[in-house]
């Protein structure tokens, strides 16, 4: 047959059906296959594909869209279609089956997780170290003591808490515990699955049974771990307790569960709890009782009868607290008696409700044992050598024996009671009487011993102690410190120049003249006139504005007249007054007043009634000076931890103390501190009120005893941190508040009281010393001499009549002589002015009865009440400081 007769080749690949596959392709693989027909004769020979049939051509087609269009049977379609070690994606599944994990990888994942959580498990129980018990979960009290050990109080520690071994709880105390809270705690490791699936189960159920924390569980939360609800803090929860569950015996945990654990009204532990609820030890606790407090551990505040209304008046009032409490302890004796930890003949015995004692809030530190426990601890703190801290105090277990003696603080108490009742009437003068404060202190001067305070009407209201530092300035009382160093020290030569002058030093006596005129400008011992910081000069006021013309020192003491001070301050030197101050008792902190202006001699600086009450013992103790303490001894565990060692040292000689006393006397007897004299015993003081009659003072002392009374009245902002002194005028029914008033009636009462009983004994007589100058611009004497003051006319009227004392007996006659020093038989010369002062003064007050300084000399800066120069640079004193601490900041 001829060539060009034969039929041309058919395409192997099926025919129809493969020409029906091709048209369908796409554009793509049409031209692949268009390309393949087109090819070359050598090409179709030698690479033509075989598709093998319609069931390959239909695999290979399948291949390459599954390959995205490429060749099926090319190298990287091979590759891809290998088997992977995790097979997700998931290969040969489409769409959302791809990303279904299979059961097999589930499983697998699922035992994986399972099997590092059990290996961390293991590895955290293996690691865990059950923590220390917290320090204040083993807080325990302090026991304080009066000055003749018998108990004042058994608090101080931070908790209310005493701890007892296992074997002082009872046994019935353990089984409603038990029985309450943990039934398997006998057998368990520290947790109870069965007892958290219970309470999940009654919870639903909205039933009323024990907890699901077992009683290792809240051991270790309560004492060794924080109360924060957070997973982590659950988790080491876990840890712990499982090992402590393993390798703490159940005794000690049933003992640190019961020890640490709260119980309401103040009380952890079970111990303090007994004694707060029942008046007993934990050892006499019996069934019923022990049921009750097992019934407080699931929540006091909704337990506890006397109820919580304060917080919630309605789910936590008296009744809604009692019907709680009453059904939860018979629910706990019955369940005793279910777990066989209870007899029914003994259950039967209780049928009525435990009698529980009433709550004392805050009673154990309220009145003045607050403050005295507080004055205790601080010096307690800031003396012990074994550098106890205040944390360490905390944990309780002390025995801290102190110097206060019950009558005497007894006694104090109710003079300054006496003074509220019959005087301060708030609902009369609301805007005069309100806030009316009182400090006071009583110190030993022979030992410095802190003997009786008075910090306020109560301490659970009145939280400033204000017989520590309270910012009231004491005004003239500061004066025999100025005395003492003109005779220590002596007035510098106002004619030897600022270099010569200033080392020669005539010591002064009390017989001294100084001018006594109000108004005085005051000047430099050299005799130039004295400015402040503005170039002024300073015009000192007396109260009244009266002028007391020449007098002698000890007059002025006794009449409290202000210029003679001041300008002997001026000439001896402030910085010198400081110096005698600081050896006598107070201390050179933010309470002492800038001694670098001429009102500091007249009392600026703010100290503590303890401070000033042990000041003027050194006085008494002629020039021997003792630290005030408050603290004989401290014990720990039974062994001595601190005694109080005394330290005396010597503030100045014997003979200027004897002679400041002296005149301190005659204060008592002819001047101002007229109303603070004692029935048949000597007595010397100092009365003291500040610029704008913002507070009033009395110090003074007989041989045995030293006390400070303070008065001041503060604003009506009781949230502020620095309160804000009041004026006093009108305050009690008085025009003024002067030292010697209220305070110097108190001093009276208390100390009449105070040494009831005690021998009187008489100051040492004084022995003459210094020489009698004349300063201040006092005129010298004629060879005539003048009248004996004693003999004319008081020059003031006090405003207080003195309180009658009982038969006083007649003073013993003091160093007393002339103006100029005539007739003296060794007497340092002072007459009876009759007048009332209290210390500084403001120079408006019209009764004009209180010599102190004036509102422009003591302390505003610029005078109310005096002349055209007014000072500017002194303390203002009428904002008052935060009490710093006796033994801390004063």
């Known amino acids: 047959m001829s060539e060009h007769r034969r039929k041309a080749p058919q395409p192997q690949g099926g025919g129809r059906a493969a020409a029906r596959r091709a048209a369908q392709q796409p554009a793509g693989r049409r031209e692949s296959s268009r390309r393949a027909t087109s090819a070359s004769p050598s090409d179709a020979h030698d690479d033509e594909p075989s598709y093998g049939g319609r069931a390959e051509a239909r695999r290979a087609a399948q291949r390459g869209r599954r390959r995205g269009g490429g060749d099926a049977a090319g190298p ?512 050179d902190d933010n309470y002492m007043a800038d001694a670098t202006v001429p009102s500091y001699s007249i009392g600026t600086s703010s100290p503590s009634a303890i401070r000033m009450a042990g000041a003027y013992a050194t006085f008494a103790t002629s020039g021997k000076q003792n630290e005030p303490f408050s603290v004989t001894e401290v014990k720990h565990k039974g062994e001595t931890v601190y005694r109080h060692e005394k330290a005396t040292k010597t503030a100045m000689d014997s003979a200027i103390a004897d002679n400041v006393t002296d005149v301190l006397k005659s204060v008592v007897e002819r001047g101002t501190g007229q109303p603070a004299q004692l029935a048949g015993r000597e007595a010397a003081g100092k009365t003291g009120t500040t610029d704008g009659n913002l507070s009033a003072w009395f110090v003074g002392y007989t041989p045995q005893l030293s006390t400070a009374v303070s008065m001041f009245r503060l604003d009506d902002d009781e949230s502020a941190k620095d309160r804000k002194f009041e004026k006093m005028f009108g305050t009690g029914g008085e025009a003024k508040i002067h030292g010697n008033s209220f305070p110097a009636q108190i001093w009276h009462d208390y100390m009449t009281g105070a040494l009831k009983g005690e021998k009187a004994v008489s100051f040492p007589k004084p022995e003459p010393w210094g020489k009698q100058v004349w300063g201040g611009g006092a005129v010298s004497p004629s060879p005539t001499p003048s009248p004996d003051p004693s003999e004319s006319e008081p020059s003031e009227t006090p405003e207080t009549p003195p309180p009658s004392p009982s038969s006083p007996a007649p003073p013993s006659p003091s160093n007393t002589c002339g103006m100029w020093g005539w007739d003296c038989n060794e007497d340092d010369g002072g007459t009876n002015s009759g007048n009332d002062n209290a210390g500084t003064t403001d120079g408006n007050a019209n009764s004009g009865s209180d010599a102190g300084a004036s509102d422009g000399g003591a302390d505003a800066g610029t005078s109310e009440g005096t002349a055209e120069g007014a000072n500017s640079g002194a303390n203002s004193g009428n904002t008052g400081r935060p009490g710093g601490g006796l033994f801390g900041g004063g």
């Open 76 to 587: 990287e379609g091979r590759r891809s279609g290998k088997k992977k070690l995790i097979d997700y994606p998931r290969a040969g599944k489409h769409g959302v089956r791809r990303w279904v994990p299979s059961w097999k990888l589930v499983s697998g994942l699922c035992l994986g997780f399972l099997g590092l959580m059990m290996g961390a498990a293991g590895i955290a129980y293996a690691l865990v170290v059950p923590p220390e018990v917290k320090d204040i979960a083993t807080a325990q009290n302090n026991v304080y003591y009066w000055a003749d050990d018998t108990e004042m109080v058994a608090t101080g520690g931070s908790v209310n808490r005493q701890e007892i071994s296992y074997a002082q709880i009872p046994e019935a105390m353990r089984n409603a515990v038990i029985s309450a809270e943990n039934k398997s705690f006998d057998d368990d490791k520290g947790i109870d699955p069965m007892g958290i699936g219970r309470a999940f189960w009654n919870m639903a159920k909205g039933g009323d049974t024990q907890g699901g924390s077992t009683i290792t569980q809240q051991y270790v939360k309560n004492s060794m771990l924080s109360q924060e609800q957070t997973l982590s803090r659950k988790f080491k929860e876990l840890f712990i307790t499982l090992k402590v569950g393993k390798t703490v015996p159940k005794e000690k945990v049933m003992a640190g569960y019961l020890n640490v654990s709260y119980y309401g009204r103040g009380a952890s532990g079970i111990q303090a709890a007994a004694r707060t609820y029942f008046g007993k030890d934990a050892v006499d606790l019996n069934p019923s009782e022990c049921a009750f407090l097992a019934t407080l551990l699931k929540g006091p505040s909704y337990f506890d009868p006397a109820g919580h209304p304060e917080i919630d008046p309605v789910n936590m009032s008296e009744k809604a607290n009692t019907e709680r409490a009453t059904k939860r302890w018979k629910w706990i004796l019955d369940e005793e008696v279910k777990d066989n930890r209870l007899s029914a003949a003994e259950r039967a015995k209780y049928t009525t409700f435990p009698e529980l004692k009433e709550p004392k809030k805050d009673a154990v530190l309220g009145g003045q044992t607050g403050y005295l426990v507080d004055l205790a601890t601080d010096y307690f703190l800031a003396h012990n050598k074994e550098g106890i801290t205040e944390q360490q105090l905390a944990q309780g277990g002390y025995e801290i024996h102190t110097t206060f003696e019950k009558k005497k603080v007894k006694e104090l108490e109710t003079a300054i009671k006496r003074v509220y009742k019959e005087k301060i009437d708030v609902k009369k003068r609301p805007d005069l009487d309100s806030h009316v404060q009182f400090g006071a202190a009583s110190v030993d001067t022979k030992t410095g011993a802190i003997l009786a305070t008075y910090g306020g009407q109560d301490a659970t209201k009145h939280y400033t102690n204000n017989a520590d530092t309270t910012g009231a300035q004491v005004g003239s009382t500061f004066k025999p410190f100025v005395l003492a160093a003109g005779m220590e020290y002596g007035v510098r030569n106002p004619e030897g120049g600022r270099e010569q002058g200033a080392s020669e030093r005539t010591p002064v006596s009390p017989k001294s003249i100084y001018n006594g005129n109000n108004k005085l400008e005051i000047k430099e011992y050299d005799g130039t006139v004295w400015k402040n910081d503005d170039g002024n000069p300073w015009y000192q006021t007396n109260d009244g504005d009266h002028d007391h013309g020449d007098i002698t020192l000890r007059e002025a003491m006794e009449q409290s007249a202000n210029s003679p001070f001041v300008q002997l301050g001026m000439d001896v030197g402030t910085d010198k007054v400081k110096q005698v101050a600081i050896a006598s008792g107070l201390r």
